[in-house]
T-cell receptor
Framework: ELKVEQNPLFLSMQEGKNYTIYCNYS?????LYWYRQDPGKSLESLFV?????AVKQEGRLMASLDTKARLSTLHITAAVHDLSATYFC????????????FGQGTTLQVKP | NAGVTQTPKFQVLKTGQSMTLQCAQD?????MYWYRQDPGMGLRLIYY???????DKGEVPNGYNVSRLNKREFSLRLESAAPSQTSVYFC??????????????FGEGSWLTVV
């Protein structure tokens, strides 16, 4: 059974600081997703990581994937208040079906 | 471009009542999904449809039925609502292609309360 665990679950940080969210998963997968969710809103796709060593960056966010370690990281550089949200990783399973197993989510609070 | 559209956005049901959540996508995607999100948790897959005319169970299918009406529409039905089905429901769609980005797009969510 595929399990996905994120840590930390809650992160309070000051603007300008760097931090990393970790996503561990228990069985092999060929695809990992990162989403952002604002309170009461839908999920916004951030990154799709397809292969070992994949690294993608968008603004202050950078995601990487290590399939051998079954680990993905979401690194936040010089955080700003607008990045406050809940971040989910999700791992694809069951072949190329798009079925996702989600982590519990990491709530990020960036203080001015 | 509307993307994935869900209705209704909010609904309150009494225990034992039935209702259908509607979902439509305008991106010509083959695959569609229904997830639920409970407080403080990630999303869990209820049902999915890989293509028109096919449906399959996800992690938490009990108490739900689905219909893939056509390529655009995928509905979720609660036949006899229970308080445990109080949740936020998200519909999603994707065009899955081997080796490409395969972004999965989510709707705005439907807030369902069963009293």
């Amino acid at each position: 059974e595929l399990k996905v665990e994120q840590n930390p679950l809650f992160l309070s940080m000051q603007e300008g600081k760097n931090y990393t969210i970790y996503c561990n998963y228990s069985t092999t997968s060929d695809r990992l997703y990162w989403y952002r969710q604002d309170p009461g809103k839908s999920l916004e796709s951030l990154f799709v990581l397809l292969s070992n060593g994949a690294v993608k960056q968008e603004g202050r966010l950078m995601a990487s994937l290590d399939t051998k370690a079954r680990l993905s990281t979401l690194h936040i550089t010089a955080a700003v208040h607008d990045l406050s949200a809940t971040y989910f990783c999700a791992v694809a399973h069951g072949g190329n079906t798009g079925k996702l197993i989600f982590g519990q989510g990491t709530t990020l609070q960036v203080k001015p | 471009n509307a993307g994935v559209t869900q209705t209704p956005k909010f609904q309150v049901l009494k225990t034992g009542q039935s209702m259908t959540l509607q979902c439509a996508q305008d991106m010509n995607h083959n695959s569609m999904y229904w997830y639920r999100q409970d407080p403080g948790m990630g999303l869990r897959l209820i049902y999915y449809s890989a293509s028109e005319g096919t449906t399959d169970k996800g992690e938490v299918p009990n108490g739900y039925n689905v219909s893939r009406l056509n390529k655009r529409e995928f509905s979720l039905r609660l036949e006899s609502a229970a308080p445990s089905q109080t949740s936020v429901y998200f519909c999603a769609s994707s065009e899955l292609r081997t080796g490409t980005g395969n972004t999965i797009y989510f709707g705005e969510g439907s807030w369902l309360t069963v009293v």
